[in-house]
T-cell receptor, first 110, second 113 residues
Framework: QKEVEQNSGPLSVPEGAIASLNCTYSDRGSQSFFWYRQYSGKSPELIMS????GDKEDGRFTAQLNKASQYVSLLIRDSQPSDSATYLCAVNEGNTPLVFGKGTRLSVIA | DAGVIQSPRHEVTEMGQEVTLRCKPI?????LFWYRQTMMRGLELLIYFNNNVPIDDSGMPEDRFSAKMPNASFSTLKIQPSEPRDSAVYFC???????????FGSGTRLTVV
């Protein structure tokens, strides 16, 4: 059974701070890693993907991958109240279906 | 492109009734996925198709659930008979080649009373 684990939160950070979201996965064969953002009552929206060890930056978002530790994280710099949402980590191997974590709820306090 | 289109957005039905959810994937996407989301279990894969062919339906909870994809632009998920424990948000998603991130539809919120 492939598993993706996330702390459910809520994670509360003040506006302007760095939010750090973490995810671990059980399948060592996982090759692709994604972060989705889901606002309350809305559908998941892809915000970052990462395929190799290290960091990948896109605007205020940085995804970090460590395959040896089976760990992937998402950093959000200069957090804004509009970043308040649930963040879902998802992984897959090749073209097998994505396995999702249950998500971490982030609350950015103005 | 209009994205992945699901209908209806909301469905309230009585226990024992048949429910049909519909999905139109993004044109050109060759993978289609049906997920169910609940607070307790998160996003669970029910079934997925590649080029209209069902590949894995092991996530379908019971024989009461069935899914079809008669062509590249349309899929249905049917529950017959429905039960209160089927209440959830059902998402359809599509993907190109299955190796890239998925695009989700807006979901169908199903309530079975």
């Amino acid at each position: 059974q492939k598993e993706v684990e996330q702390n459910s939160g809520p994670l509360s950070v003040p506006e302007g701070a760095i939010a750090s979201l973490n995810c671990t996965y059980s399948d060592r064969g996982s090759q692709s890693f994604f972060w989705y953002r889901q606002y309350s009552g809305k559908s998941p929206e892809l915000i970052m993907s990462i395929y190799s060890n290290g960091d990948k930056e896109d605007g205020r978002f940085t995804a970090q991958l460590n395959k040896a530790s089976q760990y992937v994280s998402l950093l959000i710099r200069d957090s804004q109240p509009s970043d308040s949402a649930t963040y879902l980590c998802a992984v897959n191997e090749g073209n097998t279906p994505l396995v999702f974590g249950k998500g971490t709820r982030l609350s950015v306090i103005a | 492109d209009a994205g992945v289109i699901q209908s209806p957005r909301h469905e309230v039905t009585e226990m024992g009734q048949e429910v049909t959810l519909r999905c139109k994937p993004i044109s050109g996407h060759d993978y289609l996925f049906w997920y169910r989301q609940t607070m307790m279990r998160g996003l669970e894969l029910l079934i997925y198709f590649n080029n209209n062919v069902p590949i894995d339906d092991s996530g379908m909870p019971e024989d009461r659930f069935s899914a079809k994809m008669p062509n590249a632009s349309f899929s249905t998920l049917k529950i017959q008979p429905s039960e209160p424990r089927d209440s959830a948000v059902y998402f359809c998603a599509s993907s190109l080649e299955g190796v890239y991130g998925y695009t989700f539809g807006s979901g169908t919120r199903l309530t079975v009373v």
